[in-house]
């Protein structure tokens, strides 16, 4: 008796990333996680106070992302403001962790009792620039590692920088009359 025949792996295909294989695993996890713990803090009180952390927690994170949202913008309006006055924009001390703000008003909106104090950890200044300074050195080093002609390379490629930062517009005359663009047509006959 023989049955359908199995298609052969590829050699060449690569193997599943950790991440991959596991967040699947993680977000389920975490979602039986949240559950739970509504039900047993909906178990020790009533299911109103429930009700209650849940819309304080969308209406808190809200109001984190709309402060931080209009921080940003007024961050880059100021910025291209000074840069149109001819003026090199300064360091402003508050620009950074607007981003981690957000991410930290976004986990507060998501339903659920660690995701709450997930979004209230990343609120605090020092976890800002803890989480800021682990994801500025992970990027790094996966940029460094990047192989070329990876999305990687390309970013790398993409922050390089002249030394004085200057950009000197112009246009590309050629010397040679060879490198000119041809026409790929042919020429008409007749």
């Keep these: 008796m023989t049955t359908g025949a199995q298609t052969p792996r590829s050699p ?22 949240e559950i739970w713990l509504l039900t047993v803090v909906a178990g020790a009180s009533s299911g109103f106070v429930v009700f209650l952390l849940l819309v304080g927690g969308i209406v808190l994170g809200s109001v984190v992302i709309k402060s931080a949202g209009r921080r940003a913008f007024r961050n880059l309006t100021e910025t291209l403001q000074q840069q149109q006055a001819g003026v090199l924009p300064e360091a402003r001390p508050n620009s950074e962790g607007n981003g981690l703000m957000m991410l930290g008003g976004l986990l507060l909106i998501l339903p659920g009792l660690v995701s709450d104090a997930l ?13 800021s300074r682990y994801a500025e050195r992970t990027v790094e080093r996966k ?9 990687g390379d390309a970013f790398r490629q993409a922050r390089m920088h002249q030394p004085d930062g200057k950009v000197v517009q112009g246009e590309v005359i050629r010397d040679d009359p060879d490198d000119a663009p041809r026409d790929p047509r042919p020429p008409l006959t007749r």
């Design 119 to 131: 979004g209230l950890l990343m609120l605090l200044p020092p976890v800002q620039k803890a989480v």
């Design 143 to 151: 940029l460094r590692e990047a192989a070329p002609g990876t999305l």
């Design 12 to 33: 060449a295909r690569p193997s599943r990333s950790r991440l991959r294989t596991f967040l699947p695993l993680g977000i389920a996890a975490w979602l039986v996680l």
